[in-house]
């Protein structure tokens, strides 16, 4: 049992940048980070620092000719050693106090509140997140810290069964083993903390892969959980490039799971591979994949359009769409659409682009190719609707583009199908309720969903029919919070895994039942109730 007890969970608060105490601190912050760009870090495999003749270039997307960092580029042979690595240092963390695990976590969630503003810094400069998107990446990951540490005091030790005459038992959960954590890098540090730190706590030893986008934010969860005590070997920071590396990691007989957030395509990829068993494998390997969505907010014709208008703007451009929660699809009744296009286009125009360090309310995409890919689908929104705003890019530095709305968009059109994961927003209009839950459904992904309606009845026939692992009601369909609203989705959006819930640890479990036979207690005999009187009576 553990010599103490942690007090209930709370989610963090997010900083005020308003004040200028806050805004003083974050920009000092980031001055302090820019003065140590472009330094070279190590693959970590145990307890080695290893460079590479190779390197992965992190940029700053805002200004791509600065260096966030060198990191070393992984091989095939450093990714079997560090899955050797992680492998022997399995047989001791399995058996490693749970308890103990959990106090680890606590300890970096601690760290993560002490360097949070340069974890921010870093996001800001690494992936072009203003500071409250930043801030927030880094309070989810703080909450997911503590969440999860308070999980594992709950499925720790024995867990009771029903009784059963003449034996004793129990069950328990055990680690599964060597895991390979993939990362994305639109949630940076917080995704990247929640499923790292998850695979950690319940015992197993993981190999962390971040994306070849982000790094630095691998970097320091790794240099925070090193502080934390976390023995050399159960996380091993190995960075390197998708495609032949990846799929070496996923393919090895040693590899007992994977964790994966990313698009559908990779998702779909790990676990084709996954399912494939290697010679000298023992397993049936576990994939949990959460893999983007298609998400749509429905507007009644009884809805505040006012309200609804700036749920749809900041679901839909908050960092810039680059959110498998953002809404890309706005669904509105024919009543109110004329009012909604208008509202959100000027919203939309009202928005400031510019430098994240400035804290500009829109920034850049994370990369060039994100950028082509993006300006390809306005092209191809030209064609299927009516461009109401933005539509190209801006500034001459950076992988900027306005945000876009096009308006009259078919519910089978490509953009009103397709995930772009960038700043587009289709708005859809419906003749009525049916049509609109429809049109809702109308995707191959399930991941979040909103809608904005007073009237009652179809607010809950909303809450039956409309098919998705998190629905909002009368507020946008983005900002999850960790142990409130549990994060997955249905379909072709992964394999539901609720990040941030109480079950999602198990996904990181085995459970075994220990019974054993023992000899029967003979029954005490008593005396009836007429022969108790009866002596009472003598």
């Known amino acids: 049992m553990p010599a103490k007890r942690l007090s209930n969970f709370r989610n963090e608060t997010y900083k005020d940048f308003s004040l200028p105490k806050e805004k003083a601190a974050m920009e000092n912050a980031i001055k302090q980070a820019r003065a140590t760009l472009g330094r070279e870090y190590p693959l970590l495999i145990g307890s080695e620092k290893i460079k590479t003749n190779d390197l992965i270039i992190s940029r700053n997307p805002a200004h791509p000719t600065e260096i966030i960092g060198k990191f070393g580029k992984g091989t095939i042979g450093l990714a079997q050693r560090s899955l050797d690595t992680a492998a022997k240092t399995f047989e001791m963390w399995r058996t490693f106090d749970p308890y103990q695990r959990a106090d680890i976590l606590v300890r970096a969630a601690a760290i993560t509140r002490r360097r949070r503003y340069e974890i921010n810094a870093w996001m800001i400069l690494e992936v ?206 024919r009543p109110v659409y004329d009012k909604v296009v208008e509202r959100v286009k000027e919203l939309v125009d009202a928005l400031e682009i510019g430098d994240p360090r400035d804290n500009k309310a829109i920034g850049p995409v994370v990369n060039q190719r994100a950028q082509e890919k993006i300006l390809e689908y306005i092209k191809i929104g030209k064609s299927e609707g009516r461009l109401i705003s933005g539509g190209a890019t801006f500034g001459k530095e950076g992988y900027y583009i306005k945000p876009t709305v096009f308006a009259d968009i078919d519910p089978n059109a490509r953009l009103a199908q397709e995930e772009i994961f960038g700043p587009i927003l289709a708005i859809i209009p419906v003749k009525d309720f049916d049509e609109a839950l429809k049109v809702a459904n109308n995707t191959e992904y399930g991941l979040t969903g909103a809608i904005y309606v007073k009237n009652r009845a179809k607010l809950e026939r909303a809450a039956k029919e409309f098919f998705v692992g998190n629905l909002y009601i009368n507020r946008k369909c983005t900002g999850a919070l960790v142990g409130v609203h549990p994060f997955g989705g249905f379909n072709m959006s992964g394999t539901d895994s609720k990040a941030g819930g109480r079950d999602y640890l198990h996904l990181f479990l085995q459970a075994r039942v220990v019974a054993e036979k023992v000899k029967d207690v003979p029954k005490k005999k008593r005396r009836g109730k007429k022969k108790r009187v009866a002596a009472k009576a003598e």
């Open 128 to 333: 072009g997140k203003n500071y409250l998107e930043a801030d927030a990446d880094t309070a989810e990951a703080i909450d997911f810290l503590e969440f999860y540490a308070r999980e594992m005091y709950r499925l720790a030790g024995p867990q009771p069964v029903h009784k059963n005459q003449g034996e004793v038992g129990y069950l328990e959960y055990l680690p599964l083993g060597v895991g390979v954590i993939v990362p994305p890098w639109n949630f940076p540090f917080a995704i990247l903390v929640g499923i790292a730190s998850a695979a950690i706590v319940t015992g197993n030893t993981i190999v962390l892969k971040p994306s070849s986008d982000s790094p630095m934010m691998g970097w320091l969860f790794a240099e925070i959980m090193n502080e934390a005590g976390l023995p050399d070997g159960v996380l091993n920071f190995f960075t390197a490039p998708g495609g032949e590396i990846g799929d070496y990691l996923v393919k090895s007989p040693i590899t007992r799971f994977i964790s994966f957030t990313g698009s559908k395509e990779i998702g779909l990829r790990i676990t084709q591979l996954a399912a494939t068993p290697e010679k000298g494998q023992r397993w049936i390997k576990r994939v949990v994949a959460e893999m983007g969505g298609k998400d749509g907010i429905v507007v009644a014709k009884d809805a505040d359009v006012e309200i609804a208008s700036q749920g749809i703007v900041a679901a839909a451009f908050g960092f810039q769409g680059q959110k498998c929660s953002a809404c890309s699809r706005a669904i509105v009744e």
